[in-house]
């Protein structure tokens, strides 16, 4: 059973996420399994409590340290674009942030390895799994950017910030026939990509454009 603050009330109640819902399936988000996976996680519970009554708005939000929540429908379309294609076992995310897209993710595929650089963040996110009891979430507090070679290889990875171009280091790290979907590009000339690996090669496709904080080094 949900706990009270999960359902929330006024601007953040199950109706106003059952219209973000549908904001999105007008936008092109087809998957009914990721659709109700969105209509089922309290976005707002993800944000500061200042920002809970915004939380269910299609749009970025800040989570401090200079990161941001994405926006609801560029969450679907990640998650849409890794799945497409069929069910995947092991995931690697780059980038756990507020933990929402990890939250998305998590009933949607067996286990995710999450990997976050600040600290803070992490930790929050860890208390917001716990509570609502995702136990399929394995976070490191780790330079996302080399990825999790000693879990590797992986059926699917999701880059939620922007490395210039695509990480040879992350590729490697997918199974023959693996997904990963990340942004890349500087900020003002970013553009979606889904990358599938091929023997020891990889497939692209340039999907869309979009705005993400860019990937960065080190930990914090």
């Known amino acids: 059973m949900s706990r009270p603050e999960h359902r929330g009330i006024g601007m953040t109640s199950e109706r ?3 219209r973000l819902v549908q904001r999105l399936r007008r936008e092109g988000i087809r998957s009914v399994r990721v659709l109700e996976a969105i209509r089922n996680t309290p976005r707002h519970i993800f944000v500061d ?9 299609d749009t970025a939000l800040p989570i401090g340290h ?3 929540i994405s926006q609801p429908y ?24 507020s933990g929402y897209q990890t939250a998305i993710l ?8 999450s990997v976050e650089r600040i600290a803070a963040l992490q930790q929050q ?8 009891g995702l136990r399929n979430i394995r976070l490191r507090h780790s330079d996302g950017g080399m990825g999790l070679p000693e879990y590797a290889p992986f059926d699917g990875i999701l880059v939620t910030a922007a490395p210039e171009g695509i990480p040879r280091a992350l590729v ?3 199974k023959p026939g693996g997904r990963m979907v990340l ?14 690996r091929k023997g020891s090669g990889y497939d692209k496709e340039l999907l869309e454009r979009v705005a993400f904080v860019p990937l960065r080094g080190g930990v914090l």
């Open 172 to 174: 490697e790290q997918l």
């Open 49 to 57: 409590e200042a920002l809970a009554s915004r939380a269910y708005e």
């Open 16 to 18: 106003t996420r059952e």
């Open 74 to 97: 560029i969450v679907a379309r990640m998650t849409e674009l890794l799945l497409e294609g069929g069910a995947l076992d092991t995931v690697l995310e780059v980038g756990t942030g």
């Open 125 to 132: 996110a860890r208390h917001r799994f716990q509570s609502l």
């Open 183 to 196: 942004p890349i590009g500087p900020r003002r000339e970013q553009v979606l990509v889904r990358v599938t």
């Open 106 to 113: 998590s009933p949607l595929v067996r286990r995710i390895y």
């Open 66 to 68: 200079g990161q941001t």
